[in-house]
T-cell receptor
Framework: AQKITQTQPGMFVQEKEAVTLDCTYDTSDPSYGLFWYKQPSSGEMIFLIYQGSYDQQNATEGRYSLNFQKARKSANLVISASQLGDSAMYFCAMREVSGGSYIPTFGRGTSLIVHP | GAGVSQSPSNKVTEKGKDVELRCDPISGHTALYWYRQSLGQGLEFLIYFQGNSAPDKSGLPSDRFSAERTGGSVSTLTIQRTQQEDSAVYLC??????????????FGSGTRLTVV
């Protein structure tokens, strides 16, 4: 079974509108962490936001927020007021302990295209 | 350095040759990861180093792949007898803590390996 599932291969959004990128996860580790990364066409991986499993509030970072629904094992990324520069691949990742190692596992990604 | 440095940025090699990819993590970062990203795909975990502990090699796809980390800093990923299916972008990431935390994992720009 996949540990991180991103069901949207591609998403389109109009500039200045909000968009939600879905991510579900599966783990038995009670102390896990969730991350979102942006990968523009240049290839670099840019860290966006982090949510710890014990955090009571949803993480926010500027125009990015993480809609964390622990019972549903869901960690959706919300981008408000989309900009053309937001066009990129977005990866959800989870860090859990496995055999004493803390290894982040990444989803397959969602390609976001922002239209003017 | 200020970021994670990887070299070379591009490498073209003939099938059957050995290649070495280098990663210089952020100074003081104890955790170091190697990932592989094939065209249009997510990130595939290869190997993880944490401080002076034995590395977690559970993601290495075959015994042609090996990696070492000298002095807890620079890491080298070696691929012996390269095959065409080894063509991919090899990404290195480092973190100040094994749990990632609020600052996530910092990635290098990657090495694009092409086996011809």
């Amino acid at each position: 079974a996949q540990k991180i599932t991103q069901t949207q291969p591609g998403m389109f959004v109009q500039e200045k509108e909000a968009v939600t990128l879905d991510c579900t996860y599966d783990t038995s580790d009670p102390s896990y962490g969730l991350f979102w990364y942006k990968q523009p066409s240049s290839g670099e991986m840019i860290f966006l936001i982090y949510q710890g499993s014990y955090d009571q509030q949803n993480a926010t970072e500027g125009r990015y927020s993480l809609n964390f629904q622990k019972a549903r094992k869901s960690a959706n990324l919300v981008i408000s007021a989309s900009q053309l520069g937001d066009s990129a691949m977005y990866f959800c990742a989870m860090r859990e302990v496995s055999g004493g190692s803390y290894i982040p596992t990444f989803g397959r990604g969602t390609s976001l295209i922002v239209h003017p | 350095g200020a970021g994670v440095s990887q070299s070379p940025s591009n490498k073209v090699t003939e099938k059957g040759k050995d290649v070495e990819l280098r990663c210089d993590p952020i100074s003081g970062h104890t955790a170091l990861y190697w990932y592989r990203q094939s065209l249009g795909q997510g990130l595939e975990f290869l190997i993880y180093f944490q401080g002076n502990s034995a590395p977690d090699k559970s993601g290495l796809p075959s015994d042609r792949f090996s990696a070492e980390r000298t002095g807890g800093s620079v890491s080298t990923l070696t691929i012996q007898r390269t095959q065409q299916e080894d063509s991919a972008v090899y990404l290195c990431a480092s973190s100040s803590s094994r749990r990632g935390g609020d600052y996530g994992y910092t990635f290098g720009s990657g090495t694009r390996l092409t086996v011809v």
